[in-house]
C-alpha cells in the first residue's frame, strides 16, 4: 500500500549534516526502517523534510501502523539541531503530534525559548495541545495561564480546537472553560472555581459557569470559599459587569445558607444592590416571604405586572 501524500514513496538518506530525498519505487514503510534515519544518530532535518515525516505521519495513523510511527517518532527525535530556528523546532513538535507522540512533543517545547509575544502565543497554543493529548492536567493549565498573559478574561477570546467534526471542521471550546476543567482535574477545586468567575460571558453560558463554580466551591472551607468570592465580587464590580456581581451576591446567600451560617448580611447587599439596579423581580424574591413586609411585597406585584394587564384593570374600573 502506498503513502497518500507520497504517490512515489520516499526513501530518506541520511548525511551527516542534511537529507537528501530520492524517489523509490518499493514500498515507503518498508524503506523507513532499513534507512540510515532508523539509527540513533543525530541529523539535521529542514523544513520540507519535517513536512515529509509529517505526511507519512498522518498517513501511518490512518494505517494503523504502530512500527512505522515508533520509526518516525524516532527520526523526529533525533533531528534536534541546537542551531534550529524557533519555526523548524515549533514544526517538529507538531510533526511529533501528528505522530502521535505528545510526550516528545513536550520534551521539544520545553527546549524551546519564546521571545516575541507572537512566539509565546504559538508555542503556549501548541504546549497545551501537547499537554492534552498526554493529559497532563498540571502541565495543559501552564500553558493556558502562559497564554493568558496574567489575564483570565483573556481566554474567554481564545477558542481551542479540541476535536474535529465527522465533516472535518474543527470543534472549539473556550480556552477559559478549558482551564478551569484542567484545574478540576487536578484537585485544584478553588482554582477552578476563580477561572469560572473570572468569565464575563453572560447568558446561558455564564449561567453554566456559576453552577459548575459551585460544585468546586463546595468542596472547599467556608473562609477560602468567601475570600475567594469576595475577591471575584470585586473583580466583577470593577468590571461593572453587573448580572455577574448579582448571581454572586446570590451565589453567596445560597451557599451561605446551605452552610447553616448567617445569611442576613448577603441578602442585604443582594437587595440593596438590586434596588440600584432597580431590578424589581430580585427585590420581590427576597421579600416574598417575609409576613412583615408584605405591603412592600404587594407594592412590587403591581410594579411587575405587564401594561396590559394594568390596562385591563382600568378598563373594568371604567365599565
Not at 534507512?35 to 494503523?64: G, H
Not at 493549565?141 to 474535529?164: F, I
Amino acid at each position: 500500500m502506498r503513502i497518500n501524500h507520497l504517490p512515489l514513496s520516499i526513501f530518506l538518506v541520511a548525511l551527516s549534516s542534511q537529507i537528501t530525498v530520492v524517489g523509490a519505487s518499493n514500498d515507503f514503510i518498508g524503506n523507513v526502517s532499513k534507512s540510515p534515519l532508523a539509527s540513533r544518530q543525530k541529523y539535521k532535518l529542514d523544513e520540507k523534510s519535517i513536512s515529509y515525516l509529517r505526511n507519512a505521519c498522518v498517513d501511518a495513523v490512518q494505517l494503523s501502523s504502530d512500527r512505522l510511527l515508533r520509526e518516525l517518532n524516532d527520526h523526529l527525535m533525533n533531528s534536534f539541531n541546537a542551531t534550529d530556528s524557533f519555526e523548524l523546532q515549533m514544526q517538529r513538535a507538531d510533526a511529533l503530534l501528528a505522530c502521535k507522540s505528545p510526550a516528545n512533543a513536550q520534551k521539544v517545547l520545553q527546549g524551546i525559548n519564546p521571545v516575541t509575544v507572537a512566539e509565546q502565543k504559538v508555542w503556549s497554543i501548541l504546549f497545551w495541545q501537547a499537554s492534552n493529548a498526554s493529559m497532563d492536567h498540571s502541565s495543559a493549565s501552564l500553558a493556558l495561564r502562559r497564554l493568558s498573559e496574567g489575564n483570565l478574561q483573556q481566554l474567554d477570546r481564545e477558542q481551542m480546537t479540541v476535536a474535529y467534526g465527522a465533516d472535518g471542521s474543527p470543534l472549539t471550546r473556550s480556552a477559559l472553560d478549558l482551564l478551569a476543567e484542567h484545574e478540576r482535574l487536578n484537585g485544584r477545586c478553588d482554582a477552578a472555581a476563580k477561572v469560572l468567575l473570572a468569565g464575563r460571558k453572560s447568558g446561558a453560558l455564564g449561567a453554566s459557569r456559576i453552577s459548575r463554580a459551585v460544585q468546586c466551591l463546595e468542596g472547599i472551607g467556608i473562609e477560602q470559599r468567601k475570600d475567594l468570592l469576595e475577591s471575584a465580587l470585586a473583580e466583577a464590580n470593577a468590571d461593572k459587569a453587573w448580572w455577574l456581581v448579582g448571581d454572586i451576591l446570590r451565589l453567596q446567600l445560597v451557599l451561605d445558607l446551605a452552610a447553616g451560617g448567617e445569611e442576613e448580611s448577603y441578602r442585604t447587599r443582594l437587595e440593596e444592590f438590586a434596588k440600584e439596579l432597580d431590578d424589581r423581580f430580585t427585590q420581590w424574591e427576597l421579600i416574598r416571604i417575609d409576613q412583615d413586609r408584605k405591603e412592600e411585597r404587594t407594592l412590587l406585584e403591581d410594579q411587575l405586572r405587564s401594561p396590559r394587564e394594568n390596562a385591563i384593570e382600568v378598563e373594568k374600573i371604567q365599565l
